[in-house]
């Protein structure tokens, strides 16, 4: 029983590139949320998606961010014109319901590093 | 002891020896609470939770306290080992579905053989 997967676990940029991170959240889970990690801090809400629908993208920079969960396939968060300050550690979860007590399960994360 | 670091604060305690771990939280409309170990180079892992019509709870060597008029939540782990080494955050949300999870800044936990 796979928990949550995200890959790649490590991701090196150069400014200016892209960056994709995917998410396969556990099986018959279908609420996906995004977090950042800075080192030495707590993880940051960042978006919350199901199966094709954003629902709350309110911690997502305007610019530059974007993220999906499509109908088949892993959750995508893509950052464009990547910057020295995106460097971090990114983590998913995912939970079978939206219930407040349904379990957020999280994965390993993938950590970018922007040259 | 306890201290402040530069970025985490970090609790050193003797193995065998019980751990306590606070965390202040800031919105009196949080309902729900839950405790996170994550070990390095991994994800946030569930210890425990508790809703906010609870002051207790006990889990497998672990409670969790609630007090709700001064907005603090501990985590206790009774007999610590070498394993329970990590940094433990609390995170807080709404009853609201779908209402998301804030967490706190993270204290480590070092336990010393």
């Known amino acids: 029983n796979a928990g949550v997967m995200q890959n790649p676990r490590h991701l090196v940029r150069r400014r200016g590139q892209e960056a994709r991170l995917r998410c396969s959240p556990m099986k018959g889970h279908s609420h996906v949320y995004w977090y950042r990690q800075l080192p030495e801090e707590g993880l940051k809400f960042m978006v919350y998606?199901?199966?094709?629908?954003?629902?709350?993208e309110s911690g997502m920079p305007k610019e530059r961010f974007s993220a999906e969960f499509p109908k088949e396939g892993p959750s995508i968060l893509r950052i464009q014109q990547v910057v020295r300050g995106d460097s971090a550690a990114y983590f998913c979860?995912?939970?079978?319901?939206?219930?407040?007590?349904?379990?957020?399960?999280f994965g390993n994360g993938t950590r970018l590093t922007v040259t | 002891g306890e201290s402040v670091g530069l970025h985490l604060p970090t609790l050193s305690v003797q193995e065998g020896d019980n751990s306590i771990i606070n965390c202040a939280y800031s919105n009196s409309a949080s309902d729900y609470f839950i405790w996170y170990k994550q070990e390095s180079g991994k994800g946030p892992q569930f210890i425990i939770d508790i809703r906010s019509n609870m002051d207790k709870r006990q889990g497998q060597r672990v409670t969790v306290l609630l007090n709700k008029t001064v907005k603090h939540l501990s985590l206790q782990i009774a007999a610590t080992q070498p394993g329970d080494s990590a940094v433990y955050f609390c995170?807080?949300?709404?009853?609201?579905?779908?209402?998301?999870?804030?967490f706190g800044g993270g204290t480590r936990l070092m336990v010393k053989p």
């Open positions: 979860a995912s939970s079978r319901t939206a219930s407040y007590n349904s379990p957020l399960h």
């Open positions: 998606l199901q199966k094709e629908n954003i629902i709350d």
């Open positions: 995170a807080e949300k709404g009853v609201v579905a779908g209402n998301m999870l804030t």
